[in-house]
């Protein structure tokens, strides 16, 4: 097991070596994205919540992924104008990552295992799973891809007090 969630090691879209604990909040909100999916239109609700949130603590941040239905196929760049451009995104955006399987990423393989899905599962099931973590990383509440944003508002609520 990794000694803090917000030290493993990531990589933005424009390539920094970043690590959770590079952006200090008082709770973060982590997301696999990707830009054909049907909950794509998430992106929307997510980038509210940073505006509305980020100067009480909230970081939101966004990690594309191409495991389900090929729904990210785009390099960086193209990621960065999809998201930029359709969704006014400007929350932090990180590189193409895996979150199943043996070529899942650290990060995704710990927030599994602290934060479990239905029946145990550590599974991520598509594109657009949640997980709302406090400020130190110990504690995650995973939030299924049909959960939009919008409802995360008193969960959001909670931790910043």
């Known amino acids: 097991m990794i000694h803090s969630l917000l030290s493993i090691p990531c990589v933005t879209l424009q ?10 909040a008082r709770a973060y909100l982590v997301v696999n994205t990707a830009s054909k999916c049907g909950f794509t239109p998430q992106y929307r609700g997510l980038e509210n919540l940073w505006q509305y949130y980020r100067e009480r603590g909230l970081m939101v941040l966004g990690f594309p992924c191409n495991q389900f239905g090929a729904q990210e196929p785009g390099d960086p760049l193209e990621i960065a104008d999809f998201c930029t ?5 400007s929350f932090p955006l990180f590189g193409k990552i895996e979150v199943n399987g043996p070529g899942a990423h650290p990060l995704f393989n710990e927030l599994k295992r602290l934060a479990p899905g239905v029946l145990g599962s550590r599974r991520i099931k598509w594109n657009f799973t949640k997980f709302l973590l406090t400020a130190d990383g110990q504690r995650a509440t995973r939030f299924a891809p049909i959960t939009k944003p919008e409802r995360l508002f008193d969960r959001i609520e909670t931790l910043l007090k």
């Not at 390539?15 to 200090?24: A, M, N, S, V």
């Open 85 to 89: 451009l359709n969704y006014g995104v």
């Open 15 to 24: 390539g920094e070596h970043k690590t959770l604990g590079d952006f200090p």
